[in-house]
């Protein structure tokens, strides 16, 4: 992964880059993207368009101990494309090091210049259930 302050930034560009476009549908593209460092960060700014626009309150990424990874939003009872198995430790990793975390444990706000507002993110991140469990809460 790249500076930590760049994967912010290329997080806070890829949300302009795609505000205009269908979150979802971009999300589930990125299975085939080559790049997956570069997919994770995209994926990143999809979730936080799609949290701000469809109103999400919490959206976690859970990685099972075989790798399966699944996401989930709180707004109603439903699932987001996931960023599959290649992409989902990389969204982890970078998570980890914009927040400048170590270890497994994250508890940390993101703040992230998305057009002309502010927004910020609490990130948290535990093992459960043999997994590793990534939640972002999305102020109102």
């Not at 701000?52 to 990874?69: D, H, M, R, Y």
């Amino acid at each position: 992964m790249e500076d930590k302050r760049n994967l912010h930034l290329k997080v806070q560009e890829l949300c302009d880059c795609f505000a205009t476009t269908d979150y979802l549908e971009e999300m589930s593209k990125l299975a085939q993207d080559q790049d997956k460092d570069e997919a994770a960060l995209k994926w990143l700014a999809l979730t936080v368009l799609h949290a701000v626009n469809a109103g999400a309150k919490k959206i976690t990424l859970f990685q099972a101990p075989g790798g399966e990874i699944t996401v989930k939003a709180k707004y109603r009872a439903s699932t987001l494309p996931s960023p599959g198995a290649e992409i989902g430790p990389k969204v982890l990793e970078a998570v980890r090091a914009m927040t400048h975390a170590e270890g497994d444990k994250i508890k940390a706000l993101l703040a992230l210049g998305v057009r002309n507002d502010n927004l910020e993110v609490k990130v948290k991140s535990e093992k459960e259930d043999g997994g590793q469990l990534l939640t972002l809460k999305f102020s109102e």
